[in-house]
């Protein structure tokens, strides 16, 4: 299977720093999207990631291995506007394409 | 400005109804998907085109179909098949296929009384 695993819930502070982890199997792996979605709404794509490293944008900034199959979105200066969930996707190639979602991390930023 | 429209923000219908979601881009996106999405659970996807004319079944097609007749439009019928209809619909578009980014319309929420 293509399993993605992200943790469901964090409550974080305004102002402070939050990472959200992502794991997914790495065979066939081929990039990783990160987007963000506020609750009802679309999810708006925030970054994707094909080389090991870290790529910064701003407040926000994504990490990927590889070899670890792992991945992180860093938030910081978190913002109220910042509470939503944050959705890892990872993209499998071979004989077909294929894009597998995780379940979406809820982040909720306290005052 | 570019984007992508869905309507109706909220549907509801009975049980045995078919209903048609509208999606519409002018992005001039080649490939356009449908994604269903339910609490604790992943975005799934239903149906995907590359381009007019031909689409291809996801991982959760059975009580659904599409058409592609246009470049801009890829409407989602859910019919009286499909066993439990009631949730999120997400409609998507890329430049190219499934390797490009993928970008969402606001999604409607479907209710089956």
């Known amino acids: 299977g293509q399993n993605i695993d992200q943790p469901t819930e964090m409550t974080a502070t305004e102002g402070a720093i939050v990472q959200i982890n992502c794991t997914y199997q790495t065979s066939g792996f081929n990039g990783l999207f990160w987007y963000q979605q506020h609750a009802g709404e679309a999810p708006t794509f925030l970054s994707y990631?094909?080389?090991?490293g870290l790529e910064e944008k701003g407040r926000f900034s994504s990490f990927l291995s590889r070899s670890k199959g792992y991945s992180y979105l860093l938030l910081k200066e978190l913002q109220m506007k910042d509470s939503a969930s944050y959705l890892c996707?990872?993209?499998?190639?071979?004989?077909?394409?294929?894009?597998?979602f995780g379940t979406g991390t809820l982040l909720a930023v306290q005052p | 400005d570019g984007g992508i429209t869905q309507s109706p923000k909220y549907l509801f219908r009975k049980e045995g109804q078919n209903v048609t979601l509208s999606c519409e881009q002018n992005l001039n996106h080649d490939a356009m998907y449908w994604y269903r999405q339910d609490p604790g659970q992943g975005l799934r996807l239903i149906y995907y085109?590359?381009?007019?004319?031909?689409?291809q079944k996801g991982d959760i097609a059975e009580g659904y179909s599409v058409s592609r007749e246009k470049k801009e439009s890829f409407p989602l019928t859910v019919t009286s098949a499909q066993k439990n209809p009631t949730a999120f619909y997400l409609c998507?578009?890329?430049?190219?296929?499934?390797?490009?980014?993928?970008?969402f319309g606001p999604g409607t929420r479907l209710t089956v009384l």
């Open positions: 996707a990872a993209l499998y190639g071979g004989a077909t394409n294929k894009l597998i």
């Open positions: 085109s590359q381009i007019v004319n031909d689409f």
């Open positions: 990631n094909v080389l090991d």
């Open positions: 998507a578009s890329s430049i190219g296929g499934i390797t490009d980014t993928q970008y």
